[in-house]
């Protein structure tokens, strides 16, 4: 009797699915090492950003309280112009006046007296 040889199938059926488990494998394990690594990317990336963006928050809070003082100096200025404005004003009517006492020539003189020593 002829010797039967052993079936060789199930072991190339298993050989097949053991090569294709570690293709498989090591396809996922590349897509995975990809995907960390453009996560990666971007998590610096948003790190830089975002201190970028700190910095610009500070420079904001910088320029506002830079600006709130200007405004401060203009509206104090604006004050005092009107002032001497006023001062001005009453100063030269009162010159233009005729030297004879009047109750515009009184009221002008107050409002110099007044106004005046203020600027």
């Known amino acids: 009797m002829p010797v039967a040889r052993p079936n060789r199938a199930p072991l190339i059926a298993l050989t097949a699915l053991a090569a294709l488990f570690a293709a498989t494998t090591g396809l996922l394990t590349a897509l995975y090492t990809s995907a960390a690594g453009e996560r990666d990317e971007h998590v610096v990336s948003r790190a830089q950003r975002e201190l970028a963006l700190t910095g610009v928050a ?37 010159f233009d006046l005729p030297p004879e006492q009047s109750p515009e020539s009184s009221r002008l003189f107050r409002v110099m007296y007044d106004v005046c020593p203020l600027i």
């Open 58 to 94: 500070e420079q904001q809070e910088q320029v506002d309280q830079a600006l709130a003082d200007h405004r401060s100096r203009e509206s104090a200025l604006s004050g005092e112009h009107d002032l001497l404005t006023r001062c001005a004003e009453a100063a030269e009517a009162y």
